[in-house]
């Protein structure tokens, strides 16, 4: 089992930067696939980024690309989501997860979620 807790979500002006956290325990995230997806209200699910195990690869939704960035700290047991050039329709509240494979869809394992609002 792995739990996950987000942190770093809050309150920012379009244009503005986050980044949030994502620490796990239970079990070391170097034997899974990071990811980060996002649920707006009356929204679907939506991912965002993955990276894998080593953090070599990265890949991310067509969204957010070159605005957000994943990254992965294995020997903190911490995932990463840096947010730049926010807007608001980037308001929702955001997911880590850990998977054993590398999926846009799934992941076995979710966080809590933490709340992001952009102000226009």
């Known amino acids: 089992q792995v739990q996950l807790v987000e942190s770093g979500g809050g309150l920012v002006q379009a244009g503005g930067s986050l980044r949030l956290s994502c620490a796990a325990s239970?079990?070391?995230?170097?034997?899974?696939?990071m990811g980060w997806f996002r649920q707006a209200p009356g929204k679907e699910r939506e991912f965002l980024a993955l990276?894998?195990?080593?953090?070599?690869?990265?890949g991310y939704a067509d969204s957010v690309k070159g605005r957000f960035t994943i990254s992965r700290d294995n020997a903190k047991n911490t995932v990463y989501l840096q947010m730049n050039s926010l807007k608001p329709e980037d308001t929702a509240i955001y997911y880590c997860?850990?998977?054993?494979?590398?999926?846009?869809?799934?992941?076995?394992?979710w966080g809590q979620g933490t709340q992001v609002t952009i102000s226009s």
């Open positions: 997860t850990a998977a054993r494979l590398w999926r846009t869809n799934e992941a076995d394992y």
């Open positions: 239970g079990r070391t995230i170097s034997s899974y696939v």
């Open positions: 990276i894998s195990w080593s953090g070599g690869r990265t």
